[in-house]
């Protein structure tokens, strides 16, 4: 069966940088997007970046874009997302999530337990 699993995250100051790390199993890691999803205090869960199949494509949410960076390494299978600039709205559980097909556009099906970011001083 599908399992992702996070880690990475802790407590860090504000302007701090994180590193995320998931591993993945019980599927063809190299032939799925995967992406990273975050849930914020009083907020619903949120897309933050996606990656295609093969790394070649990658999209970022607003809030993400010139900070964060997903990445992946298909011969660990393991995905990762880099955060710098951290500020404190970036505080919530950040989530590890398998695409239904090798290109971001279709979506995610499956999510990790996730792993607590907490940006604080």
């Known amino acids: 069966q599908v399992q992702l699993v996070e880690s990475g995250g802790g407590l860090v100051q504000p302007g701090g940088s994180l590193r995320l790390s998931c591993v993945a199993s019980?599927?063809?890691?190299?032939?799925?997007?995967m992406g990273w999803y975050r849930q914020v205090p009083g907020k619903e869960r949120e897309l933050v970046a996606g990656?295609?199949?093969?790394?070649?494509?990658?999209d970022y949410k607003d809030f993400a874009k010139g900070r964060f960076t997903i990445s992946r390494d298909s011969a660990k299978n393991t995905l990762f997302l880099q955060m710098t600039a951290l500020n404190p709205e970036d505080t919530g559980v950040y989530f590890c999530?398998?695409?239904?097909?090798?290109?971001?556009?279709?979506?995610?099906?499956?999510w990790g337990q996730g792993t607590q970011v907490t940006v604080s001083s």
């Open positions: 999530a398998k695409g239904t097909m090798s290109r971001t556009s279709g979506g995610y099906h499956y």
């Open positions: 019980g599927f063809d890691f190299r032939a799925y997007a």
């Open positions: 990656i295609s199949y093969n790394g070649a494509g990658t």
